[in-house]
């Protein structure tokens, strides 16, 4: 592919958190590898989902995508144009071009604001919209788009339903007439039955707009339903990336497999026939990743050689990209899975001792 | 006759100067020994305020009223005084939650909080206890049992912290586990352990597992009977094979075409329920579900309609239910790949486009 058909390409691309410690000098005494080394293209007016369990670095990868936090390393190159050497001024005016939708649209709205306020800010901010019957226009095309109703304009954030309210979200980054939207878990804090109308809502306004969309989730059901393409991630890397369909059909990397072997689906004869793939443990820290490949600690195929020293980098086989140095034997079913004993993962970022805790309540209280 | 009765539990929390919340409005169900029954809905529908009305957990506050019979064993647990309920609770009965550390108490080793259950409920003591309480950690699959008894609750990740609650809860061989909620916070791959571990838990002790969940998923692979809450009622209870296959209230399908299935492709339109849970009529006054159903009638509205007892062991609460797809009504049931979708969409599809049009305005 040529660079003018992809919209957003990311080379190797790394945010390393410092970890600091001390009470009077903060000393680095190790860094969260929350993104260690990210290719992926997104093809204009195309879907990229990015799917993994917590703490993989979802969230980090998309706002460092749009600069909005620093990467350590790598490149971000959006429309041909490498963001990460930008000046502030110019990612500035780049910044209208790409827009974020998050997941808890009550956090990111100020509840100080109508509706009409929040809107108009950006298109302020971004100078659009010279006079004020322009605006009004804009902002009116946009509430239509989202299916809000003129009157939302004087409310305030508080007064909508969630749906309604991840509904002002999307307005606001529409508004400004982007080319890129990163969704982060857009329908995570919503209801099932208002889950649908915004993925349905995303998936008509790509069609309406040609909206190039980041959607990053960890329900792999609603990455599955709205993307072309599927990155999952593992421990700030990805592991696999393939067409939604082909990664439902014949995942490769064990990660990839039982992940998908997790998730529940609303059908008894589904869940009775399929095959299950239970992980021991759980996910370890980034602070402290495994070494080599960072899912042998848990890997049901693990091998004795290359898992735990050498890290696999993402190659094609097939219609997927898999990093997984036995992709292929696995594949053909010459390796077989085994057991793995769980090893214990110290929650991150608590003390070591219990501290003074108020109003404990007795023991086994509730059983 | 059923370990658990419950019928016609109301609860309902009055404060002054605000609107009085029906929180949980005239729910049944029951549940058989060693069975799993799901209790399904959207959050605010009810289900953690009837679990916690039955365990006699609500918060005492003024204002609080809570009716109804919940019949375990043929003893009305509404009905208990304090010492007699907490008895029950722990020996034949238990809980777990959403979030273990909300139950586990932080400044207690995991071992000392285990082995106290086994000296209340069981007797147990000494290096007795302390051997038990390594076994049913070893059997909730807590790697190195011995050494996880002296550490506490913050040492412990999300899933273990589940684990050893579920442990705890296990630990006097109830007859009947209750369990909010219980993956809700944790990733897919601890989820689905977690959820393994208590069908095994359930399969071997023959105890009855009530499982409260918003997600449908969960439900399909675990329950024999599952109960679908809308607004504090149960509005749909049914098998879990005939429900999937053909659900019949309208809530119960419009959930089922909401969800986005992994097993369906790219583009496939959901089928969303217009408005929201907010768009609710007060059940007195017709089906709170008829401001966002598509086949709402005149009937549906004036008052709440009657529970309907159809002949394959399921109920509804409706007046004009979905239909069985392709099927006279009488003819057993053999349910079919695919059924569930061609189903939903065929039931909702002509009235939808008329109603969202109506109800985004
Ligand atoms: N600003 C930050 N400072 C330090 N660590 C961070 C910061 N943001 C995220 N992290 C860490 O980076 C890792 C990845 O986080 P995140 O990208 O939020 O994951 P996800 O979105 O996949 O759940 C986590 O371990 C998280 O604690
Ligand atoms: N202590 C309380 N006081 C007042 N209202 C409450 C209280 N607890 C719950 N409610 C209300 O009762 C309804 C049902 O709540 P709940 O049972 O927690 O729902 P679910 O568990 O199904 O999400 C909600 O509308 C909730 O706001
Ligand atoms: S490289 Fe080894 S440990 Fe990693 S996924 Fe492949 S088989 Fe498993
Ligand atoms: S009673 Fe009427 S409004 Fe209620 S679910 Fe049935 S058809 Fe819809
Ligand atoms: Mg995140
Ligand atoms: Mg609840």
């Known amino acids: 592919m040529t660079g003018s058909e992809n919209l957003v390409e990311v080379r190797d691309l790394k945010v390393h958190f410092p970890i600091k410690r001390g009470v009077v000098f903060d000393k680095v005494v190790g860094h969260v590898k929350a993104v260690d080394g990210v290719d992926l293209s997104i093809p204009r007016g195309r879907t990229y989902g990015l799917v993994g369990e917590s703490g993989c670095g979802k969230s980090t990868l998309g706002r460092a995508l749009l600069q909005l936090t620093p990467p350590t390393g790598g490149e971000v190159r959006f429309d041909g144009v490498d963001l990460t050497r930008l000046s502030a001024g110019r990612l500035r005016s780049m910044r209208r071009r790409m827009q974020m939708i998050f997941q808890d649209p009550m956090s990111s709205l100020d509840p100080r604001q109508n509706v009409e306020s929040i809107l108009t800010e950006g298109l302020q901010a971004h100078g659009i919209g010279g006079s004020r019957d322009e605006r009004r226009r804009i902002i009116g095309e946009t509430l239509d788009a989202v299916g809000l109703p003129r009157w939302a304009l004087s409310r305030y954030p508080h007064e909508f339903s969630g749906g309604q309210r991840q509904r002002i979200g999307i307005a606001r980054a529409l508004v400004l007439g982007p080319e890129l939207i990163v969704a982060d878990e857009p329908v995570s804090a919503l209801d099932v039955s208002i889950q649908a109308q915004v993925v349905n809502l995303l998936d008509e306004l790509q069609e309406r707009l040609g909206l190039t969309y980041l959607v990053i989730a960890h329900d792999l059901a609603v990455v599955r339903h709205i993307s072309d393409v599927v990155g999952v991630m593992y421990l700030g890397a990805l592991v696999e990336e393939a067409s939604g369909d082909q990664l439902y059909r014949e995942p490769m990397h064990p990660y990839t497999r039982a992940l998908m072997s997790a998730v529940p689906v609303p059908d008894p004869d589904v869940e009775d026939q399929r095959e299950r793939i239970l992980l021991s443990g759980d996910l370890p820290s980034p602070a402290n990743p495994p070494s080599g490949c960072r899912f042998h600690t848990r890997c049901p195929w693990a091998q004795p050689t290359r898992c735990a020293d050498e890290r696999p980098v993402l190659r094609q086989i097939g219609g997927s990209k898999v990093a997984c140095h036995f992709a292929e034997r696995i594949a053909s079913g010459e390796l077989r899975p085994h057991r793995v004993t769980a090893e214990v993962v110290r929650p991150a970022d608590e003390g070591d001792a219990p501290g003074v805790v108020s109003a404990p309540s007795e023991p086994g209280s509730y059983v | ?361």
């Open chain 2, 1 to 361: 006759m059923a370990l658990l009765e419950v019928d016609d539990l109301s609860v309902t929390f009055a404060r002054r100067g605000q609107r009085t919340v029906h929180a949980v409005d005239g729910v049944s169900f029951s549940v058989d020994a060693g069975e799993v029954v799901g209790l399904v809905g959207e959050s605010g529908c009810g289900k953690s305020v009837t679990s916690l009305a039955i365990m006699g957990l609500l918060p005492k506050q003024p204002g609080l009223r809570v009716g109804g019979k919940a019949v375990f064993d043929g003893t009305d647990l509404l009905q208990l005084d304090d010492r007699s309920r907490r008895d029950i609770r722990g020996r034949d009965i238990a809980m777990i939650f959403q979030d273990p550390l909300s139950s586990l108490n932080p400044v207690i080793p995991i071992g000392l909080q285990v082995t106290e259950v086994l000296t209340r409920h069981r007797g147990m003591k000494g290096e007795a206890a302390a051997k038990e309480a390594a076994e049913l950690l070893d059997r909730v699959g807590i790697p190195d049992p011995r050494r996880r008894l002296k550490e506490y609750p913050h040492q412990l990740s999300g899933g273990m912290r589940q684990r050893a609650l579920i442990a705890m809860a296990v630990a006097c061989r109830p007859r009947l586990l209750i369990a909010d909620e219980p993956t809700t916070a944790l990733d897919v791959t601890i989820q689905a352990q977690i959820l393994e571990l208590l069908k095994e838990l359930v399969r071997d002790s023959g105890t009855a597992l009530v499982m409260i969940t918003h997600d449908l998923g969960v439900v399909a692979g675990m329950c024999d009977t599952i109960n679908v809450l809308y607004a504090g009622r149960v509005v749909e209870t049914a098998r879990r094979r005939p429900l999937f296959a053909a659900p019949r209230h309208p809530y119960t399908v419009g959930l089922l075409g909401s969800i986005p299935r992994l097993d369906s492709g790219r583009g496939e339109r959901l089928t969303p329920i217009p408005g929201s849970v907010r768009d609710l009529l007060p059940w007195p006054d017709g089906c709170a579900f008829a401001p966002r159903c598509t086949r709402r009638v005149d009937d549906c509205v004036g008052a709440p309609p009657e529970l309907v007892l159809a002949h394959d062991d399921r109920s509804y609460r409706c007046v004009n239910p979905a239909p069985v797809p392709g099927r006279e009504p009488d003819s057993a049931f053999a349910p079919q790949t695919g059924a569930v979708a061609a189903g939903a969409s065929d039931a909702a599809a002509p009235a939808e486009a008329a109603s969202r049009e109506e109800e985004s305005a």
